[in-house]
């Protein structure tokens, strides 16, 4: 697995980049110490083992740098970053892994480039409005040690027997960094509720999307709960949903195998 960097608007933008054969582009969520190392670690080997992986950290995340200036959180500049870092990737077509919110900005690079993104997967999607609960909350709250950590993991994950050391350790990277906790909480300020809305995907980009998509969504969702990728669902030409039973928000760390199924299948499929 190398670790590769480019600048993007001034900022430098990092990804992880692995095997060979037909192109995929992974983009993760924006939950407490979010990464592609955090959210993909499961998945990255095997899935290098049959595609050309890229995994790109959003700015402010992982080995991304952060956003020099307010606001934090901008989905117009990470829907730009994902439009740059597919422009990068050699090939006809990619196909396109979204969580949480880059499930939302996997549809938008979608909508947007019909030649470039032959397929789109998501796990635990945004993209539909939807009322915030606690765990919602908690993770857009950066925790300040371990146990507040745990906490707001709790929220994203059915079985906490997942939550290990070796877990948390790649959390914590991120999340007690110089100066992070407070960047992060800058991020998410004031009422929540705008960045709910700030990733609902209006009907007529919705409607530009005709390539094939997979929604998958843990059933036991209480922070981003499984109706989000219902209404998105019902609302795209072409895409199945799976709901998966004993499985909470991180579907690719839950339910590992039966992502990876799935994933080799769809790809395998609308890819070639």
């Known amino acids: 697995m190398k ?3 480019f600048e993007f608007e001034g900022i430098r933008v990092g990804y992880y980049r692995a095997g060979e054969g037909k192109p995929l582009l992974l983009l993760h969520g924006s939950g407490p110490g979010a990464s592609s190392a955090g959210n993909w670690k499961a998945v990255l ?3 290098s083992q049959r595609y050309q992986v890229f995994a790109m950290d959003l700015i402010g ?3 991304s740098d952060r956003k020099p200036a307010p606001p934090y959180f901008d989905y117009a500049l990470w829907a730009r970053q994902a439009e740059a870092m597919l422009a990068r990737i050699e090939g006809a077509q990619v196909g396109v892994i979204g969580h949480s919110l880059a499930g939302s900005l996997a549809l938008t690079l979608a909508s947007r480039h019909t030649d470039r993104v032959a397929a789109v997967l998501t796990t635990g999607t945004m993209g539909a409005d939807f009322e915030m609960t606690d765990e919602t909350r ?3 709250t950066c925790p300040r040690n371990r146990d507040e950590l745990k906490l707001a993991l709790s929220g994203l994950i059915h079985d906490t027997s997942f939550i290990d050391d070796a877990y948390l350790e790649t959390r914590e990277r991120v999340i007690f960094a110089d100066g ?3 960047y992060f909480d800058e991020m998410f300020t004031g009422d929540q509720t705008q960045y709910i809305r700030a990733a609902s995907l209006p009907d007529n980009t919705l409607k530009r999307v005709t390539q094939p998509v997979l929604l998958l969504h843990g059933k036991h969702d209480r922070g981003f709960p ?3 990728s219902m209404n998105v669902a019902e609302r795209l030409n072409n895409a199945d949903l799976v709901l998966l039973d004993n499985c909470s928000h991180s579907v690719a760390v839950e339910r590992t195998s039966t992502f990876l199924a799935l994933a080799n299948d769809f790809f395998t ?3 070639g």
């Open 269 to 271: 499929r609308n890819l």
């Open 61 to 63: 995340f992982g080995i």
């Open 180 to 182: 992070y906790a407070d």
């Open 45 to 47: 080997e095997p899935l």
């Open 138 to 140: 908690r993770t857009w």
């Open 226 to 228: 499984a109706h989000i």
């Open 3 to 5: 670790i590769e960097y």
